[in-house]
């Protein structure tokens, strides 16, 4: 899959040389850069992330459990069930997977999926996987490696699906 070569490209001493902790700070700018250009602070002043498990989310790594303390200091919430993210949430992130994810979902997930499948707030997403549920916005992946993706203006990192569909077409990204 080319985006597996991506990362490893990205973090090989003869490719990007980037570390993990960098890729992961590079990932969230780009994310938060695409969010602000979208959707306005005062629109959408709460923003909600679904994580996941692995490099998604907060596992065990020290930097994670680093980026976490991070959070709590800043008084960002954690909550325990996916409808607890969605209340009071102008927002969706879905960080739930990454390109790498590969078997069969299971709970948590599971629900936080249906639970981005039931819901009318807006999702922002790194790619369309076919887990039920349509996002909003994509945040953009590198051109070279030939990903079928919508058309982005200019250099933007992020698309409005929405204003890229025509009506009773899904976008799709390989």
């Known amino acids: 899959m080319a985006i ?6 990205l973090m090989s001493p003869t490719g990007g040389g980037f570390s993990f902790e960098q890729l992961v ?13 979208e959707y306005s602070k005062e629109s959408h002043p709460r923003v909600a992330v679904f994580s996941g498990p ?12 680093g980026l976490m303390k991070q959070c709590m200091e800043l008084d960002i919430p954690f909550v325990d069930s996916p409808e607890c993210g969605l ?19 299971r709970q948590p997930f599971v629900s936080a999926i249906q639970a981005l499948k039931d ?11 076919g887990e039920g549920f349509q996002p909003s916005m994509l945040v953009k992946m590198e051109e070279k490696w030939g990903l079928n993706l919508p058309q982005f203006p200019g250099t933007d990192q992020c698309v409005d699906l ?3 569909s025509t ?3 899904t976008p799709t990204q390989t």
Do not use: M, Y
């Not at 700070?25 to 250009?37: F, H, R, Y």
């Not at 209340?87 to 979902?105: K, M, P």
């Not at 819901?119 to 996987?129: E, F, Q």
């Open 119 to 129: 819901t009318a707030i807006p999702i922002v997403s790194g790619n369309v996987r």
């Open 4 to 9: 597996k070569a991506i990362d490893v490209e």
């Open 167 to 169: 009506p009773g077409q």
């Open 87 to 105: 209340r009071d949430t102008d927002l969706v992130v879905d960080a739930i997977f990454g390109f790498s994810f590969s078997g069969e979902v």
């Open 54 to 65: 692995g490099n998604n989310g907060l596992d065990d790594k020290p930097v994670n459990q």
């Open 162 to 164: 929405n204003a890229q």
């Open 25 to 37: 700070e590079l990932a969230g700018l780009s994310v938060a850069q695409a969010i602000t250009k």
